[in-house]
């Protein structure tokens, strides 16, 4: 069995999806399986995968419902101990990435770290991770998908991602996997990888389908004690939590190079 199982769910993006294959066939790291999930694309897509077909282990190109069901199907395929999502225009830091994820051989269900975003001006933000996993902060921020590790057996335990949820189906699978089935969680406090930010979930006409299903979700999920102290002090809580720490992660971002990602 290999160690890991990286997915990637692309359609029609040709044009970011060479950076993505690239920083994952590059890695010093080898102990994994690369499964390209492909939407039916129309573009030059197919084009680029066949270019580096010898790397890939597996590959599909048929119809899909969504990014999830996508997902879905590739988690289906994999035989990896832990997978990982990275979707075109996603990136790993660089190439030393997964060897020093594994290189402390983490037991966790789920291990996790930062993410970098990088902006259309070139310039890159590293957002930290919490260190623990509250219900309270779940209802600030989720852990980004392309900096996760999770073992395949908790996808059998628990089940795959939720499609019923078009735009937060990871968030949903999060909070089940940490707070209804007690997974347990490692962060590991490295830059894992870049996140495309033209995603579906990232712009803007879906914002509000976004912030409708995080609402079922979190009433589904979060005790309703916790909704309660948000609800009451909602505003001072994003305050300390998201806005004061996001303007932190912002400076030390401007100011400090090695802050965004590690030496090669």
Not at 88 to 101: P, V
Not at 110 to 131: E, L, Q, V, W
């Amino acid at each position: 069995m290999k160690k890991l199982s990286i997915i990637t769910v692309c359609k029609n993006d040709a044009k970011n999806l060479e950076k993505t294959i690239l920083s994952i066939i590059n890695q010093s790291f080898k102990d994994f399986e690369y499964i390209i999930i492909d939407g039916a694309s129309n573009d030059y897509t197919i084009d680029v995968i066949n270019i580096y077909k010898p790397f890939i282990t597996k590959f599909i190109s048929e119809p899909d419902t969504g990014i999830f069901n996508a997902q879905n199907k590739g988690i289906g395929y994999s035989e990896g101990e832990f997978i990982c999502f990275l979707n075109a225009g996603d990136f790993f830091t660089n190439k030393e990435i997964l060897q020093n994820i594994f290189d402390t051989a983490p037991t966790a269900d789920i291990i996790y770290g930062d993410i970098n975003y990088k902006f259309n001006n070139g310039f890159i933000y590293r957002k930290k991770s919490f260190k623990k996993l509250t219900q309270l902060k779940f209802l600030v921020e989720s852990l980004p998908h392309p900096s996760c590790f999770i073992k395949k057996t908790v996808f059998e335990k628990i089940g795959l991602m939720d499609e019923n949820f078009k735009m937060t189906a990871d968030y949903e699978f999060f909070l089940r996997a940490i707070f209804k089935y007690n997974c347990s969680s490692q962060y590991v406090s490295i830059p894992v990888a870049v996140f495309n930010l033209q995603g579906l979930s990232s712009k803007f006409e879906h914002s509000l389908e976004a912030k409708s299903e995080r609402n079922k979700i979190q009433q589904k999920y979060i005790d309703r004690k916790t909704l309660r102290i948000f609800g009451l002090f909602r505003f001072p809580i994003l305050f300390i939590l998201k806005k004061l720490r996001y303007l932190y992660y912002f400076l030390l971002s401007r100011m400090n190079r090695s802050f965004t990602r590690l030496s090669e």
